[in-house]
């Protein structure tokens, strides 16, 4: 029997996946967070994609790591022991969620475990997993998507995915810190996000309407909004996904 229930927070970079994990995990109890980044191959061994490093493909991951990790965490309930992550070390800026409406919502979800929700399996016993990552939905990933318990895609517009991408200052690596190249969006990131994702969209368009039927074939939740909702909406949406596949945990 599992020991936690997994969600995935997949979407293209800078579509909020690591903020919305961060405040879930603050609104809800005995919840981590794993980072699909935490697990990407030392810089010499990834590919070129334009004459520049590829850090947004399925090859720049140890795929078959994080299937372990995934593995280890359902067996255990709670992160390899191994596992120190890099991604903490990186800021992802003001949330853009007001204190108020966070302490509010981790009152509802309080109150939610001591009444409808008193059978969610939420415990030192059973935790909640938060992965965030740019690729866990992919064909090339199937592996990763099969250990999820639930998937959740957030979306993005490509003006926003990359004016937020370049506002960044850089990432923390294994070797120190990557700073994005010239053009790295529109010849990297936004080209292997449409790859991996266009499946999932009607005529292959990611900022068109989704495959509803093909998405709930694969268990997949996509955030309404089409990417244009403020954090603060998303994450009331996300609350309440959550508390419903915690449920269906019971």
Not at 154 to 159: E, F, P, T
Not at 164 to 174: D, F
Not at 197 to 212: P, R
Request: charge should be negative.
């Amino acid at each position: 029997m599992s020991k936690a229930t997994i969600i995935g927070l997949s979407g293209c970079s800078s579509s909020g996946k690591t903020t919305l994990a961060r405040l879930l995990r603050n609104i809800f109890p005995y919840t981590l967070i794993l980072h699909e980044d935490d697990f990407y191959l030392p810089e010499e061994q990834l590919l070129f994609r334009e004459g520049l490093r590829d850090w947004d493909c399925a090859a720049s991951i140890d795929l078959p790591g994080l299937v372990r990790s995934l593995m280890y965490i359902h067996e255990h309930g709670e992160l390899p022991p191994e596992l120190v992550s890099k991604e903490d070390q990186n800021a992802v800026g003001p949330s853009g969620v007001d204190d108020s409406t966070i302490e509010s919502l981790k009152e509802n979800v309080r109150k939610w475990l001591t009444d409808e929700g008193r059978s969610a399996p939420l415990s030192d016993s059973h935790r909640l997993i938060i992965m965030d990552g740019f690729l866990l939905l992919g064909e090339s990933v199937r592996a990763v998507r099969e250990n999820l318990d639930v998937k959740i895609l957030l979306r993005a517009k490509y003006q926003k995915a990359k004016q937020r991408r370049e506002n960044r200052s850089g990432y923390v690596t294994l070797e120190g810190f990557w700073e994005d190249p010239p053009d790295y969006v529109d010849k990297v990131v936004w080209p292997n996000y449409v790859e991996e994702h266009a499946f999932l969209f009607e005529n292959g368009d990611v900022e068109g309407s989704v495959k509803e039927g093909l998405a709930s074939e694969l268990g997949v939740v996509v955030c309404p909004g089409e990417g244009e909702w403020p954090m603060g909406k998303v994450l009331l949406w996300a609350v309440e996904n959550v508390k419903a596949a915690l449920l269906k945990q019971a």
